[in-house]
């Protein structure tokens, strides 16, 4: 049941992306919010353990900034796995991809 809100939570952080930052994240459909936070839970739950494994030295070297630009990689990625979602430049992904951790860390606080 946490994996469902989970996916939920995080579907409904990038819809409300698309409101904190007009015209820079853009959601062809409503039914894609629903496939990117799959395709987000997936990554995090799945690849970013690996990425984040790999990445322990130039972590170490820079005090752990390496990680959010690891996360900002991968959420501008999806814009090129997911047609119908558009990222309009890697600032933006890399201030969504601060606004989705932080919104995900408080709201999973709150559920746990």
Known sequence: ?????????LSAIVYALTYFLPGKIV???IYLVLVIGACLMFIRMVI???INLLSIPMNILTLGIFSVLINAGIFYSLSYIISGFHILDFKTA????LIVWACDWFLGKIIR
Do not use: A, Q, Y
């Open 1 to 9: 049941m946490k994996i469902i809100w989970h996916w939920l939570i």
């Open 48 to 50: 970013d353990p690996v």
């Open 27 to 29: 959601i062809d459909h």
């Open 94 to 97: 890399f201030i969504g991809s």
